[in-house]
């Protein structure tokens, strides 16, 4: 048996240019730190630059705010480099290091966000939501979509985007799609791919968890297991557990037990539903996910023997269509426009699916090493194995694990940090599913 810890990576370059350069600049060899983020609600990424500046970059390119900043990085020598072209769009930090030396750290975005926010959209869209998405990102944008919903319930659709820029726009629409049973929908960037990826709940939690063969594990040591060759277990470095199980406020948001009408002054009409999150997610939206996927709710609590989702916390009304673009054949519908009750509770249920996700996140840091594998894209969006120890082994003295902290977490963030020979991830991580077993032979061959 052999122990040992992963490799690092290689930073091919990091290159400065703008139009205001008479050729770029290679800054590769006074970098110090790179971190980069990504998050599921968010379609760009943005990251930090630390430099040693023994040259006076900053005095002679005059830093201006809108810069390029071209990162090549690889896992390894045979591995395929991962390009990402970013705008430094602040400087977080000029310091003196000492006489000769000035220590700065850049903010970077991702360049589409940099282009985003210098075009506004004001114009008209018919079609399906995804293609209105996937339009304004190749319209504005010149960027592409990488579509894995498994259905949207949403149909052809009219609207006008009301002065946003691109990336808000996509976003706007984004919000406003659900799959047939009222799973929520995603629109998020990567660091080692170059499309957006447009995904549905649905589909995410449906996925296998990408670390079967080496979960990722808390309490046996400080280093990753390698047997035979290949990895038997990945050890957390460091875990971080905070703002958990804060059912207080879900419920003041009416997402627990509440009152919904939909008000039509087109027709004069509303549409009411009484929201009961165990009934309309666990019962309805999750079935054929054991009931335990997305949603950490028990619901046998009770409060002065009546079920919290029984209660009517709040009584929410919106206006959900207006008939702007009504022309009597039906093709299609306004942006919040929907016709019957159960139609309406989809959105409910989606806002209802997001608050109860991250209501038990998750952070951990562990070794690098294989999630900048070329271009394949292993962080927001998959599902990961994490296994914590219990405090206490079994009576015979054998390691049992944590329940309520071990289980499948789906990816909801990223921090990429490259310093010196090290590449750690830290992942925030929200909870899906609970094993029934204490036993970590059932999680680890």
Not at 7 to 21: A, F, K, P, Q
Not at 183 to 198: A, V
Not at 329 to 342: K, P
Request: charged share 25%; aromatic share 10%.
């Amino acid at each position: 048996m052999q122990v040992k810890t992963k490799d690092g990576y290689i930073l091919e370059s990091v290159i400065i240019n703008s139009s205001r350069m008479l050729e770029p600049f290679n800054i590769v060899g006074l970098v110090t730190d790179i971190e980069i983020f990504e998050h599921l609600d968010l379609p760009y990424i943005t990251g930090q630059v630390a430099m040693m500046d023994t040259f006076r970059l900053y005095d002679r390119l005059d830093f201006q705010g809108a810069e390029y900043c071209t990162i090549i990085i690889k896992q390894t020598e045979k591995s395929p480099p991962i390009e990402k072209r970013f705008v430094i769009d602040r400087l977080l930090t000029n310091k003196k290091a000492n006489e000769q030396t000035d220590l700065l750290m850049f903010h970077i975005v991702e360049d589409v966000l940099f282009k985003s926010n210098m075009l506004n959209v004001n114009k008209a869209y018919t079609g399906k939501p995804q293609k209105i998405i996937e339009s304004i990102a190749k319209q504005w944008l010149s960027k592409d979509i990488e579509n894995i919903c498994s259905d949207i319930f949403q149909d052809k659709i009219r609207l006008i985007v009301p002065n946003l820029t691109p990336l808000d726009a996509m976003s706007w629409v984004k919000s406003r799609t659900t799959t047939s049973k009222g799973f929520p929908t995603y629109l998020f960037s990567s660091f080692t791919t170059e499309k957006l990826i447009y995904a549905d709940l649905k589909t995410l939690i449906d996925g296998n968890p990408i670390n079967t063969k080496a979960p990722f594990i808390y309490g046996v040591t400080n280093t990753d297991l390698e047997v035979d060759g290949e990895f038997r277990h990945v050890a957390i470095k460091e875990y971080n557990l905070e703002s958990t199980d804060d059912l207080y406020n879900i419920i003041a948001d009416g997402l627990v037990g509440a009152r919904h009408t939909f008000y039509s002054t087109h027709t004069a009409k509303g549409a009411s539903h009484k929201f009961d999150v165990a009934k309309d997610v666990m019962e309805n939206v999750l079935e054929g996910n054991d009931g335990t996927k997305a949603v950490a709710f028990a619901n046998d609590f009770v409060f002065d023997d009546v079920p919290l989702q029984e209660y009517t916390s709040k009584n929410i009304y919106q206006i959900s269509q207006s008939g702007a673009y009504d022309d009597a054949t039906g093709r299609f519908r306004s942006y919040d426009e929907d016709t019957t009750e159960s139609d309406h509770a989809k959105k409910i249920m989606a806002k209802a699916l997001k608050s109860f996700l991250l209501k038990a996140p998750i952070s951990i840091r562990i070794d690098g090493a294989g999630f900048i594998e070329g271009n394949n894209h292993y962080t927001t969006g998959n599902i990961v194995r994490i296994l914590f120890l219990a405090n206490r082994p079994n009576d015979d003295g054998a390691a049992k694990l944590d329940l309520k902290k071990s289980g499948d977490y789906l990816v909801y963030g990223a921090k990429h940090s490259f310093g010196g020979a090290r590449y750690n991830i830290h992942l925030k991580c929200v909870k899906l599913t609970t094993f029934t077993d204490d036993s970590p032979m059932r999680v680890i061959g």
